[in-house]
Every structure is written in C-alpha cells, then in structure tokens.
C-alpha cells in the first residue's frame, strides 16, 4: 500500500453547512452517486477490435449515459410521491447507461502522454494479476470473464425498472458500439421472492457511507439527505445513525478527501488521476458466485455443535438477521419491523452503547432495544461480516473513526442468478452469486485494503477469525477459523463465495467521452 500523503494543517477544511463543495452532478455518471437502484442491471463486456471506430462510437454513446444529475432528481422524486402516498409509487420508471474503462482499454483509446497522471498501480496493473494478492485461488480457470486473454477493454451498466426496457436499451447500446465486440453479458436482477435479500437470504446494501457534498448552489441541499435534527449530537458527523458523512474525494475525483485523524475534516483534494479524470471513479467489479447449500449445511451442522437456533448462527455469522435487523439491536431473535426500518436498522455502534436521537420533523423512526457497548465480541463476533468490514466506531489496528471512514466504499451490487430453491435437487447446481460493485478514488488503499488487512485477516481489525461470509484464506488449503463465541474457535473448509470474473475499472465524466476519449484521430 502507498503511504498516506503529506498535507499541511491549512488544507484542512471543517464542515459547517456550505463548507461541503457542489458536485458537478451533470457530469458525474448516476451509479456512482446517487447510484441506479434498479431491479435489472446488465453488466455488458467488450473488447475493442478498431479504435477509431470505437472512438467515433463512444461520442455517439455518450448522449446515452445517464448523469448524477438526472438519477438523483428521478430519486427524489421516487422518494416524494412515496412519502406522500404511503407507498411505493408504481409507474414511475427510467432507465439509465453507466460505463467504465480496464487500462488497457484506455491505452488502446489514448496517446500515452494522457494517461501519466493514472497513479494507482491497482488500476493499471488489472485484476487477474492481483487477485492472488486480494485472496483469490492462484488460478483463474473458473473466471468467465476478466481472466488474462479475457480481459474487457469497457463495461457498459445497463439498468432499468423493467426487464423488457434493460434488454431494449441493451441492444440499443450494443447497436451503437461500432469497433467494439461483445465479450460477455451478466443480467444481474433483485431477488423476485426476496427484495433486497442476497441469495444467501439477507438483506443487503443497508449500511452505506453518505458522501458529503451539495447538489446546487443552494444552501443545505445536500446530496445525502440529512434524517438527523441539527439538534443532535451526531448532526456534524452523521446523515443518519450508523451513516457517517464522509468527504467526496474518497469517491470522486477532483474534491477534498477524508482526513484520518479528524473524522469530520477534509484533507488533500484526490487528483491521482489525468486533468480530464475530474469527476470520475474507479470501479471495482466481482464477479461472485454463492453456493448456497454450503452455506445452510455449515449452519445446520455448526447450530447442532454449538446449541443456538440455526437462524442465530447466521446472524452472528452476518452480524445481522436475515430480515436486516443488527444482532447489536436484536441479540436473541429476529426483530423484522426493526430491518424494515431504513433508520434503525442501521442505528448501532460497537464500542458504545446506543442512544435516542433527534430526527428531523417527518422523519418516524421504530422504537426498539438499544444495542449495549460489546467491546469483547459477546453479541456481534468480532468477525461477523458488517464488524469485519465496518468497525463503526471501534479502534481499529490503522486509527480511530477517521480512518476507518476513509476505508468506506460505494458498493452498488445486484445479485444474478435464480434464487435458491431447497425442494429442487438441480437447484444447487444452477449459477447463482452478487455481481460486486464498488466506486472509490484508491482501489490499493480502499477495497484492497479492506480485503486484505480485515476482511481475509484471523486477527485484524479485533481478531475472532476471517469473515466467514467473503473471507478467503490465500495460502494452503485455504481453510479459515470464526469465534462465534470469543475465545472458542471453529474451522471453516468449505468455500461459500469464489471470484468467477470482474475487473478494474475507470468511470470516467460524461464530458470526457465526447472529448478526450470520443473524437477521432
């Protein structure tokens, strides 16, 4: 990992109201923020056979890519009519175009004097080639697409409401790329029987950073919205319990990054990227495919070891129920009206015991247990996944809170595949997995961090054992220990998750693909 960079106290900033920097949303792509959020998102891969037609194509393609701009207005428009009808408003539809470059793919596009400021070696060096390094086995025979020889040069991000527009739109943008050749296509698709559930059955993407910044020149119009009176204690650190906000540069490129040793100051603006990368992201995708048999066979033979209900194993394996509900505020049995709360569900800290908070007026919150301070791991292993990979308040072996939010990811994945069916014996043998996706401003000081120092460590950020859920052990025969109780510790052979494909990806402004990347030579 590069070494932090040097700044001086005067490139500090606090955040009091308009201190946070307008995001130039009409040029930032939508996934990133304020991201899709849609049933049907394909993932389509290619490979580029003519630069000079695919640079003619890319102009043409860029009126297609949706804008920051224009997914957050759809949003808050969403969540207007849903607030006001006490529903989800159906109708409502929209369909949206992302796409991120591999280096390669950018070499292939661009002199070479235009990609000098890229300075992540992550980046430029690609997956396959750092996969062993982030855990992965040491081959990449079962990856589908991203292995050497595999590797796409684009991923264009096709999601939409409905299935009949994603594939509509699909082919669409398929038909415009002139020069390029499809490599690959996954369909990922929300759960039908399960909304928000993974396939391992649990409610996903609950816990998320808020990215400080504002949509417009207007005073408090803030991108992330604010649930918390500014009354509260936390109203300066937090969006909403458990929602730390943190400085846009660990996301985007061209603002001011987070400082690591005050979690609410700004540090150096990120620039490790060309002059024209302002406003764009790196973007990580894995390719994961879950075996879910496995998975519920382990909790089935580990609750008759240990003496706990098979559903409070898999809590403690997660650190929340199946239904959402953090095992910090749930300790023994599943709360479901507490998962389904957007706010409580993520309202707990480790180190400290929760406490009441002020929201702002048409804000409801569930009344439900507050968690209590767990600082040995007695209610949450310290291995749990969310503990391993959120420490939340916690020391940990790289600082305090500040660092720990400068580690914080925008994850925006959708699951592929069928849900798993138990009473079909051919279920088991059906692909099915998460397409990870994640936007940061490091890949080496973000997700690989995260991956390697917590996520596949026996004894950091607190110990208790790898995360059982997506840990993976790099060496030997690639088994890995959980304390679901501190101080007694089990085997873990059997591998739930494996890497079958991805990539490292730029996502550059829009304004980029009819500029430096779209015009011919």
């Not at 308009?18 to 130039?24: D, G, H, N």
Request: aromatic share 8%.
């Amino acid at each position: 990992m590069k070494a932090t960079q040097r700044r001086s106290s005067s490139s500090r900033l606090r955040t009091f109201g308009q201190s946070e920097p307008q995001i130039a949303l009409d040029s930032l792509q939508g996934n990133i923020v304020p991201g899709f959020s849609k049933d049907h998102q394909w993932f389509l891969y290619y490979g580029l056979v003519d630069p000079q037609a695919g640079r003619r194509s890319l102009s043409e393609l860029a009126h297609h890519v949706s804008s920051a701009a224009e997914v957050l207005a759809f949003n808050r428009l969403y969540r207007a009519l849903r607030r006001r009808r006490g529903s989800e408003p159906g109708g409502l539809a929209a369909t949206w175009v992302n796409l991120a470059f591999s280096f390669p793919g950018l070499t292939a596009l661009l002199p070479a004097n235009q990609l000098v400021g890229f300075r992540d070696e992550a980046f430029k060096i690609g997956l396959p080639t750092r996969s062993a390094l982030i855990g992965d086995p040491p081959t990449t025979k079962e990856w589908v697409i991203g292995g050497p020889g595999n590797i796409p040069d684009l991923v264009v991000i096709v999601a939409a409401d409905r299935e009949e527009d994603a594939s509509d739109t699909a082919r669409e943008v398929d038909g415009l790329l002139a020069g390029w050749k499809q490599l690959h296509v996954d369909r990922g698709r929300v759960r039908p029987d399960l909304s928000g559930h993974e396939h391992f059955g649990f409610k996903d993407g609950i816990s998320q950073p808020g990215m400080r910044g504002l949509a417009s020149s207007q005073a408090r119009d803030y991108i992330t919205p604010r649930v918390l009176a500014s009354s509260d204690q936390d109203a300066q650190l937090y969006a909403a319990p458990g929602q730390p906000l943190v400085w846009p540069g660990q996301f985007i490129f061209g603002y001011p990054t987070q400082d690591t040793v005050d979690p609410m100051a700004a540090g150096p603006v990120a620039d490790q990227v060309p002059y024209w990368g302002r406003n764009g992201s790196y973007m990580v995708v894995r390719r994961l495919r879950q075996d879910v048999s496995a998975f519920n066979s382990f909790v089935k033979d580990l609750s008759g070891k240990c003496g706990l209900p098979a559903d409070l194993v898999g809590a403690k394996l997660v650190g929340r129920w199946q239904s959402g509900a953090p095992v910090m505020r749930a300790t023994s049995h599943d709360i479901p009206q507490l998962g389904s709360d957007r706010v409580a569900a993520n309202d707990f800290a480790f180190a400290a015991a929760g406490m009441k908070h002020r929201y702002r007026r048409g804000i409801k919150v569930g009344d439900f247990p507050l968690s209590l301070a767990d600082l040995n791991g007695n209610v949450c292993p310290h291995a749990a996944h969310i503990r391993k990979v959120n420490a939340r308040d916690e020391g940990t072996d790289l600082g305090g809170l500040a660092k720990s939010m400068s580690m914080r990811i925008l994850r925006r994945g959708v699951p592929f595949g069928p849900p798993f069916d138990p009473a079909d014996q051919n279920s088991a043998n059906v692909e099915r997995g998460l397409i990870f996706v994640s936007y940061q401003t490091s890949i080496e000081e973000q997700f690989e961090q995260l991956t390697i120092d917590w996520v596949n460590s026996a004894i950091l950020p607190k110990g208790g054992g790898f995360d059982p859920v997506i840990g993976q052990n790099g060496a030997g025969a690639r088994g890995r220990t959980f304390e679901i109780v501190p101080g007694t510790s089990i085997s873990i052979t059997t591998e739930w998750v494996r890497s079958t494909g991805g990539g490292y990806f730029f996502a550059p402004p829009i304004d980029a693909l009819s500029t430096t990347l779209g015009p011919t030579a």
